[in-house]
């Protein structure tokens, strides 16, 4: 009943398909490499986020009373605060006279 040379339905059919297929991948109109390429909207640019980075280098060690006397000098805490909202480095000249340790306290009057 059975031969060897019986196919099933589909086993016949498949190498007609990969000749159609293959046929109309051959038979698409080529690229038209003639065509105008547009112009790039932006240029875009890189720039490395580490590329300004700086290592870590030790500061000189000094005196923590010469510290603590030139953060006085500076006007304290709230010289540093001012610095950071206003974006300039506090300076001494900027700073309360020395001679009056109380200047700044209670917005800047006497009590």
């Avoid at 080529?30 to 590329?51: F, M, N, R, V």
């Avoid at 000189?60 to 000098?73: K, L, T």
């Amino acid at each position: 009943m059975l031969t060897s040379s019986y196919l099933p339905p589909f086993r016949a059919l498949l190498p007609s398909t990969l000749v159609l297929f293959a046929g109309a991948a051959f038979a698409q109109a080529p690229a038209d490499t003639e065509a105008p390429k547009p112009a790039p909207l932006a240029t875009l640019q890189y720039a490395s986020p580490i590329g300004a980075y700086q290592g870590y280098a030790d500061q000189p060690v000094q005196s923590w009373r010469e510290a603590n006397d030139r953060v006085g000098q500076i006007g304290g805490w709230r010289a540093y605060a001012k610095e950071i909202k206003s974006g300039e480095p506090a300076s001494a000249k900027d700073a309360a006279p020395a001679s009056d340790p109380h200047t700044g306290h209670h917005g800047g009057g006497k009590p």
